[in-house]
């Protein structure tokens, strides 16, 4: 089992920024590849982007691209979603998910998920 906890979530001007984190525990953290995925009203949940289980390879989706860093410190248990330039369209409830070994654009192919993380950004 991995237990993840979001958090840094919160309410932000257009162009301002914000850094999301996620905490585990549990087994070993660098057996995993981590995602962050978002979730807006109505619509289904979306790939953001991911890190490989050694930090050395991350994937963005085309709207968060150049915008957004993952990265992660896995002798702290910690993943991070640096986010820059922030957009209305944004706003969301942001998750982190582990997957065993590789990562993945599909959110159902992640075994574990954090609770969530409210991100709004106000125009």
């Known amino acids: 089992q991995v237990q993840l906890v979001d958090a840094g979530g919160g309410l932000v001007q257009a162009g301002g920024s914000l850094r999301l984190s996620c905490a585990a525990s549990?087994?070993?953290?660098?057996?995993?590849?981590m995602g962050w995925f978002r979730q807006a009203p109505g619509k289904e949940r979306e790939f953001v982007g991911a890190?490989?289980?050694?930090?050395?390879?991350?994937y963005y989706a085309d709207s968060v691209k150049g915008r957004f860093t993952i990265s992660r410190d896995n002798a702290k248990n910690t993943v991070y979603l640096q986010m820059n330039s922030l957009k209305p369209e944004d706003t969301a409830v942001y998750y982190c998910a582990a997957r065993f070994l590789m990562y993945k654009i599909d959110p159902g192919l992640y075994q574990y998920w954090g609770q969530g993380t409210q991100v709004t950004v106000s125009s």
């Open positions: 890190i490989s289980r050694n930090g050395g390879t991350t």
């Open positions: 549990g087994r070993t953290f660098s057996e995993y590849a």
